[in-house]
């Protein structure tokens, strides 16, 4: 139990085009979904906190229109990567959370490969 | 606010061997732990977690980690080093929020395994 599938897990784009990437909960539902990103050798840097149905809380410095994050339903977020550059090229990664009833545990995607041309 | 830090960001160790990776946190409030790993080009596995209760816990693949709060320790141990256990691994902590959780990663620990 507890999967949660991203999609794509690579992709290449031009400079200046939009990279949608999917996020997952197939076997709970996620009231909480998180976004992080991480570059090579380092941690994982949280982007964004979104709830089902309101708006995502974006971390100190990550530009929310930049990165736009929508939670439509209990088991979907996405996070659009806008007019990318190549400085946007990072490994993102989504988590889901069941909420209290899981002690506020976080069960992460496989990650997206990003690479900007 | 929460904090963690992993002491060491390479362990090595030959196969068989016990593999000790070092984690300590600062939190204001009862904090809960976790241990996760990762593969290249892959995302996080958590390997176990502390919340509340027993403070030894063990975790999959034959790992165990024990929560000692009088040391702000959350160390994560393994009796017998395998080849495939080679990989990333970091530290997070996180505090009970009605809103969700946030977790606070350490820097990461990489694990290589020689044979």
């Known amino acids: 139990g507890a999967v949660v599938s991203q999609h794509p897990s690579w992709v290449i784009c031009k400079s200046g085009t939009s990279v949608k990437i999917e996020c997952r909960s197939l076997?709970?539902?996620?009231?909480?979904m998180f976004w992080y990103r991480q570059f090579p050798k380092q941690s994982l840097m949280l982007m964004a906190t979104?709830?089902?149905?309101?708006?995502?809380?974006?971390e100190q410095g990550v530009e929310k229109d930049k990165f736009l994050i929508n939670h439509a339903s209990l088991t979907l977020s996405t996070l659009t990567v806008t007019s990318a550059h190549p400085e946007d090229s990072s490994f993102y990664i989504c988590?889901?959370?069941?909420?209290?009833?899981?002690?506020?545990?976080?069960?992460f995607g496989a990650g997206t490969r990003l690479s900007v041309l | 606010a929460q904090s963690v830090t992993q002491l060491g960001s390479h362990v090595s160790v030959s196969e068989g061997a016990l593999v000790l990776l070092r984690c300590n946190y600062s939190?204001?409030?009862?904090?809960?732990l976790f241990w996760y790993v990762q593969y290249p080009n892959q995302g996080l596995q958590l390997l176990l977690k502390?919340?509340?209760?027993?403070?030894l816990v063990k975790g999959i693949n034959g790992f165990e980690a024990e929560f000692k709060k009088s040391e702000t320790s959350f160390h994560l141990t393994k009796p017998s080093a395998h080849m495939s256990d080679a990989a990333e691994y970091f530290c997070?902590?996180?505090?009970?929020?009605?809103?969700?959780?946030?977790?606070?990663f350490g820097e990461g620990t990489q694990l290589t395994v020689n044979p």
């Open positions: 988590s889901a959370s069941p909420g209290l009833a899981a002690k506020n545990i976080q069960y």
């Open positions: 939190s204001s409030v009862p904090p809960y």
């Open positions: 979104s709830n089902e149905g309101s708006k995502a809380t974006y």
């Open positions: 997070a902590v996180s505090v009970y929020e009605t809103s969700g959780s946030r977790l606070t």
């Open positions: 502390y919340t509340t209760g027993a403070t």
């Open positions: 076997d709970f539902q996620a009231t909480t």
